[in-house]
C-alpha cells in the first residue's frame, strides 16, 4: 500500500513557476513509476509526465514538454514536477499517482493516487 500526498500548488501569473511535490509512504516507493495528472474543470484527467523507478525513464506530455520536468528523489520517497512558463490553460488540479509494473501515461493503469493539489494559473 502505497500513500501519496500532494504539496506546492497556488495561484500564479503567466510566465510563472510552481513546483509540485508528492510525498509517499511505504518502503517499496522506489520501484514504482510516478505520474503527474492534471484536470480542469469539465475535463477528463489528463497525463502529464511520469518517472520510471529509477529515473532512467522520463516522458511528458506535448502540452508540456519543454515547460515541465518530473523527477524523484527516492531517498527522500518524493516525487517532484517543475512547472515553468504557466499558461492559463495549465490551471487544473494536479495529482500524483504510483504504478506498480511498467510505466505508461494511461490513468487506469495507476493503483494509488493522491488528493490532489490545485494550480491557478492568472492571465
Known amino acids: 500500500q502505497v500513500q501519496l500526498v500532494e504539496s506546492g500548488g497556488g495561484s500564479v501569473q503567466a510566465g510563472g513557476s510552481l513546483r509540485l511535490s508528492c510525498a509517499a509512504s511505504?518502503?517499496?516507493?522506489?520501484?514504482?513509476?510516478m505520474g503527474w495528472f492534471r484536470q480542469a474543470p469539465g475535463k477528463e484527467r489528463e497525463f502529464v509526465a511520469y518517472?520510471?523507478?529509477?529515473?532512467?525513464?522520463?516522458y511528458v506530455a506535448d502540452s508540456v514538454k519543454g515547460r515541465f520536468t518530473i523527477s524523484r528523489d527516492n531517498a527522500k520517497n518524493t516525487a517532484s514536477l517543475q512547472m515553468n512558463s504557466l499558461k492559463p490553460e495549465d490551471t487544473a488540479v494536479y495529482y500524483c499517482a504510483a504504478k506498480r509494473s511498467g510505466w505508461g501515461s494511461l490513468a487506469y493503469e495507476y493503483d494509488y493516487w493522491g488528493q490532489g493539489t490545485q494550480v491557478t494559473v492568472s492571465s
Open positions: 518517472i520510471t523507478w529509477g529515473g532512467a525513464r522520463t
Open positions: 511505504g518502503r517499496t516507493f522506489s520501484s514504482y513509476t
